[in-house]
């Protein structure tokens, strides 16, 4: 398995911007499709966005498309979450995610083989 390690939450204003870095060590990084995930207070943990290894073939949730950007930097083993036109709901813990194999069903959390530890995510209104 890899180990991931989230960076860069923080608190915002509605509207504003954040960039969330995730770095990946242990197993051989491009056998992963990597992405994120959050968790609000009192509700489940929801998909946010995914990304493949090459292609870079890109998933993301209905309520992000648009404003957030998933990226990877394969050299670096590390993986980014560009979020812009924060909203207050999107505040949440985000997790970085890794998953063996393809991007194929990313969205299914049972599918994700490693999590980082989460970083707060918090859009003031």
């Known amino acids: 398995q890899v180990q991931l390690v989230e960076s860069g939450g923080g608190l915002v204003q509605a509207g504003g911007s954040l960039r969330l870095s995730c770095a990946a060590s242990g197993r051989t990084f491009s056998s992963y499709a990597m992405g994120w995930f959050r968790q609000a207070p009192g509700k489940e943990r929801e998909f946010v966005a995914a990304?493949?290894?090459?292609?870079?073939?890109?998933k993301y949730a209905d309520s992000v498309k648009g404003r957030f950007t998933i990226s990877r930097d394969n050299a670096k083993n590390t993986v980014y979450l560009q979020m812009n036109s924060l909203k207050p709901e999107d505040t949440a813990v985000y997790y970085c995610?890794?998953?063996?194999?393809?991007?194929?069903?990313?969205?299914?959390?049972?599918?994700?083989?490693?999590w980082g530890q989460g970083t707060q995510v918090t859009v003031s209104s």
């Open positions: 990304i493949s290894w090459t292609p870079d073939i890109t």
């Open positions: 995610a890794a998953k063996a194999g393809t991007i194929y069903s990313f969205s299914d959390i049972s599918a994700v083989t490693s």
